[in-house]
């Protein structure tokens, strides 16, 4: 069977780089396609009818929808380079319910903190430290939320690598302290400088003008 | 290794029940812990201190939270008994992603619908109806979301058998018509009248109470 991958993405969405590290780590071969989220394409609207977000996988014309998810596709069907989830159940729960934690509590989290609107900044600053204070544990004894490679959380948890810095000098906010969240801090940057990663990173400066015009 | 499997639960949680259905379809004996979520136990606390949450499932002393994650779990700590989700990476993809949509797009909607505050309740009944096709269509040629049997969506999808009725008869508000729905109004007759699962269902009486009080 011919393996066709192709990656429906956008330049900057958190969601869609997991998918692009995971193909990576896999050495998978895959055809970027780029969208403009304000003039989506009939593609995009044909293999995500519900959500009508990126990222999308298509294998060999089968879309797989949701980022969490596809890393589990992925995981399964190129399951003999670098596993991204652990072995066992317990550890495989561990690691989805942490990536679930970023999507539905810290990313949302961040971003009020940060770039929302409204009086709950504050309140949302310190909610964000509360609930960092999770993750920094997490890595006690670790140099990756993986143990020794990256993982699965590794790159449900990438988006704080480059997304954090950008969001802080944007809003004026620091959230991570490197005295405060040591572990963290090392992570993001060991992450940050991953040669498998470097071509993947959106460019700063754009960023900090989509985010300077947010909202 | 002993196996003791507690389950801390509300008598109505629909998130608790997929708990409750997975571990009787494994054959798998636990003890149910009641937790007032009025009035949260230190148990719980300390369990789920992120989110405070049931369900919870302590396996040899060791919690998982979150019903999907708790569901893969269990589908891979018991795994000889009643697979749950499928086999194949992309029939799992399918039943994760649709999972998702009834946690975070179909439930809040279906919410909004019936229980919810405001003038949006028109728009939210439309956008329902749009979505139920979606499930509807899932169950094409098939008796459960699994297929032959029960599976992982199934379970995911199990509170619209005994949830929708009630908040139908709260709102006054008919959201699955047999005639526009027939495949997922059998499937919901089928999925309440499973002998596995008779015990399993909340008092309506006191259902109905809950959400008349709701809001």
Known sequence: MANEVKLLRSWSSPFALRIVWALKLKGVEFETIFEDLANKSSLL???NPVHKKIPVLVHNGKPVCESLVILEYIDETWNAAHPLLPKD???RAEARFWAKFSDDKLMPLIKKAT???????EEAR??????????EELLKGKKFFGGETIGYLDLAF???AYL???LEEVSGA???KKEEFPLLSKWMENFYELPEFKESWPDRDRLITKFKNYG
């Open 174 to 176: 620091t959230l991570i």
């Open 164 to 166: 954090i810095n950008v």
């Open 115 to 121: 770039i929302g609107q409204g009086e709950d900044k």
């Open 45 to 47: 609207l044909q293999y």
């Open 89 to 91: 159940p317990f550890g």
């Open 158 to 160: 990438g988006w704080m």
């Open 126 to 135: 310190v909610q964000t430290a509360e609930n960092l204070k999770y993750v």
